[in-house]
């Protein structure tokens, strides 16, 4: 589905910040409340935006991401499905994805203790061992976020920034997880809205949430697109270096592209790994040579996946609803 060029402009602005009031939209856009509210609506008629979350920096209340990619073999649909089934029912993993590519299944974890992921990862494999090529586990350290710029003739960039390694635990209360898991499900909802749900007044609901968000255990609040409906395909590369002294100058090639919107640091991870949306495969690979062009003899190797379906994807999980 094509995009006009204001309707990109206002997924830009609710995806740096879906927070933001219909009047500093207007502003930025340069359309009138009333215009801005039309579009935004038909938008989500269209499915082309499918809600707002509030991005938690999980590592703030104790728990780690843990990455798990799988490589299956001699599986038929019925067993794929029943595999995910096995997956989705426990409560830890929070993301479930159907990939093309080197892996055919990437999952996330959030845990307390890397004992709950092994325990879990031991339960699979007692039923499913027989199915799995090859594996790879990862802890992530840092997952920065970037603007959607391809949306736009002017771009920003800043960086939204995960700290998923050891840091200081913030302490929450029953109603800081209330307001984490209402905001988590719709970043747009009102103080009001907010008050009414948990018992409080809309000042008290407002002086927790900014000292959610000065602590940074709310990073940012973001926008949920179908972008398979703009006409892009979401793409994880990780680079094997020859030379790991050229990190410094890859990262500055990222941040300035406008089609990568993440980048992945992991412990167990690859030497340099990112996320971009893309509009084809001749694109990838246009990126791809660009990289090896700016950096002759310094990339060893490169696998991707490709995202082919979204079993789920929690901004606020199970496990987070037992008290932190």
Partial sequence: MKLDKKDQQLIFELDQNSRQSINSIAKKTKLSRDVVNYRIKQLEKKKIINGYFA???????????????????????????????????????????????????????????????????????????????????????????YNRNYLVEKKKYNDSVLST?????????????????????????????????????????????????KNKVIVAYKLLL???????????????????????????????????????????????EFDCELKSQEDFYRLINEIKSLFPGKIRNYFYYKALKIYKYSYFPESLLQKT
Avoid: W
């Fill in 55 to 145: 991005l938690i920096d999980f590592n703030k209340l104790g728990y780690q991401a843990i990455r798990l990619y799988l490589k299956l073999k001699n599986t038929t649909a019925e067993l794929d499905e029943e595999i995910v089934a096995h997956f989705l029912k426990e409560k830890d993993v929070f993301t479930i994805y159907q990939t093309d590519g080197k892996f055919d299944l990437a999952l996330g974890f959030l845990v307390k203790d890397l004992n709950i992921y092994q325990k879990a990862y031991e339960n699979f494999l007692k039923k499913y061992r027989h199915y799995v090529i090859s594996s790879n586990f990862s802890i992530l350290t840092k997952y920065h976020h």
């Fill in 165 to 213: 390694g050891s840091c200081q635990e913030y302490s929450v209360d029953e109603k800081d997880l209330q307001l984490l898991q209402e905001i988590s499900e719709n970043a747009r909802i009102t103080l009001l809205e907010l008050a009414k749900k948990m018992g409080m007044t809309a000042t008290g609901v407002k002086y927790k949430l900014k000292n959610l968000e």
């Fill in 226 to 272: 179908d972008i398979k409906k703009i006409g892009y395909d979401y793409y994880k590369v990780d680079l094997e270096l020859e030379d790991i002294n050229i990190i410094s100058s890859l990262n500055q090639f990222i941040v300035q592209h406008p089609n990568v919107i993440y980048r992945d640091v992991a412990v167990g991870g690859s030497d340099f």
